[in-house]
């Protein structure tokens, strides 16, 4: 029932903010319209921990600041080697693939794992197979940094794990 209350307030807020027109018949309009999403929603039971993640809501803060300041020291980094690279004949970007091997469960976890990865410039999530992410980077380097794990422990940390999929 707190995620259906939950996914009510969200999609509230969203139709009040994007409206911008706060007229009773409208007001009216996009109560109706919030009731029967989340009506149907609640239909195809698909209101639940996954789709509604509350028990992130302290945590994805913290998180969210860490994966700014990683985006930006990327974006620093892609900026030199592409510098680096067009000044001499040396080229520094040298684009790699490799299967990341993840220990996460479920698919909010492994979700928000590849997405991050896709975040943070230089590196891109291509598929998701089981338990391995392929992932294409423009450094080898990158490809390190996710090998040793900091963002794979921190995504743990958040308590994404608490219901598996």
Known sequence: MRYTISLFAVL???????????????LGFGLLSVVFVVFVAHRM??????????????ALPGYYWWLFRKILRSNLEVVACVWRGSKSLKVSLKPASARITTSLRGDLARAL?????TLTPGTVAVDIDGDEILVHALTADSLEDLRRGEMEARINGLGVLKKSC
Do not use: M, R, T
């Open 12 to 26: 509230a807020f969203i139709w009040l903010a994007n409206s911008g027109h706060y007229s009773p018949l409208l």
């Open 45 to 58: 039971n698909i209101v639940d921990s996954d789709s509604q993640p509350l028990h992130l809501l302290l």
């Open 113 to 117: 794992y590849a997405n991050s990865i």
